[in-house]
């Protein structure tokens, strides 16, 4: 797969995970690609940490508003019905435990559902922003990301990097498969028909549990 084809792969697939009603929202990067793919049944509300409830998808060319964009300062689009708020009543909305599903991505996550997604010891960082209060606040947490960085594993046995929260993660969605974090472990839910178990488990420091 190329780059294209990855991230394509990734969000379809975590699109599938959303139910209709849900309050979604979509973290910077690869997930604001989501609701791209969302099937046509399914009317999810989606939530922007920097105050827009009920945001639209990226506008036409030429047609971009500067007063609505999302949390990375992306132009967006605002659904019949939208509502925008400063960031003390958005985060009102995700500590109270409004948001139905967060989708995020990551530098590292293991099979504890830890997650590391906001720096790089050494690397400058503008800082973590709402991602902590969206893991803890959200109902559900899938993390959408590339299954390696390069040669480095990134689904590990235990994280190396500054975590964001412990424990909050529920599911992991690549271009190799699909993983629930559990008690026992991480299970491999679905496996990408390009891969085998043995090219998926090389890929991931932690072992995969995998069901008969």
């Given at each position: 797969?190329?780059?294209?084809?990855?991230?394509?792969?990734?969000?379809?697939?975590?699109?599938?995970?959303?139910?209709?009603?849900?309050?979604?929202?979509?973290?910077?990067?690869?997930?604001?690609?989501?609701?791209?793919?969302?099937?046509?049944?399914?009317?999810?509300?989606?939530?922007?940490?920097?105050?827009?409830?009920?945001?639209?998808?990226?506008?036409?060319?030429?047609?971009?508003?500067?007063?609505?964009?999302?949390?990375?300062?992306?132009?967006?689009?605002?659904?019949?019905?939208?509502?925008?708020?400063?960031?003390?009543?958005?985060?009102?909305?995700?500590?109270?435990?409004?948001?139905?599903?967060?989708?995020?991505?990551?530098?590292?996550?293991?099979?504890?559902?830890?997650?590391?997604?906001?720096?790089?010891?050494?690397?400058?960082?503008?800082?973590?922003?709402?991602?902590m209060d969206l893991l803890v606040g959200?109902?559900?947490?899938?993390?959408?990301?590339?299954?390696?960085?390069?040669?480095?594993?990134?689904?590990?046995?235990?994280?190396?990097?500054?975590?964001?929260?412990?424990?909050?993660?529920?599911?992991?969605?690549?271009?190799?498969?699909?993983?629930?974090?559990?008690?026992?472990?991480?299970?491999?839910?679905?496996?990408?028909?390009?891969?085998?178990?043995?090219?998926?488990?090389?890929?991931?420091?932690?072992?995969?549990?995998?069901?008969?």
């Amino acid at each position: 797969m190329d780059k294209e084809q990855i991230r394509t792969t990734i969000a379809r697939r975590a699109a599938q995970e959303l139910h209709d009603g849900d309050v979604v929202n979509l973290g910077i990067g690869l997930p604001t690609l989501v609701s791209n793919y969302l099937p046509p049944h399914v009317k999810v509300i989606l939530q922007s940490e920097n105050g827009l409830l009920g945001m639209g998808g990226s506008p036409d060319e030429g047609r971009e508003d500067p007063t609505l964009i999302n949390a990375g300062g992306g132009y967006v689009t605002a659904m019949p019905g939208a509502s925008t708020f400063d960031s003390a009543i958005s985060f009102g909305i995700i500590r109270g435990g409004h948001v139905d599903v967060s989708i995020l991505g990551a530098l590292q996550v293991d099979e504890k559902g830890n997650l590391a997604n906001w720096m790089i010891p050494g690397k400058k960082t503008p800082g973590m922003g709402g991602a902590m209060d969206l893991l803890v606040g959200a109902r559900r947490v899938i993390i959408a990301m590339e299954h390696t960085a390069g040669n480095y594993r990134k689904i590990l046995k235990r994280c190396t990097l500054p975590l964001t929260a412990e424990g909050q993660v529920n599911l992991i969605i690549t271009e190799m498969g699909v993983m629930e974090i559990t008690d026992r472990g991480i299970v491999l839910k679905e496996l990408h028909p390009e891969f085998t178990l043995a090219q998926i488990q090389e890929a991931t420091e932690a072992q995969l549990i995998i069901p008969h």
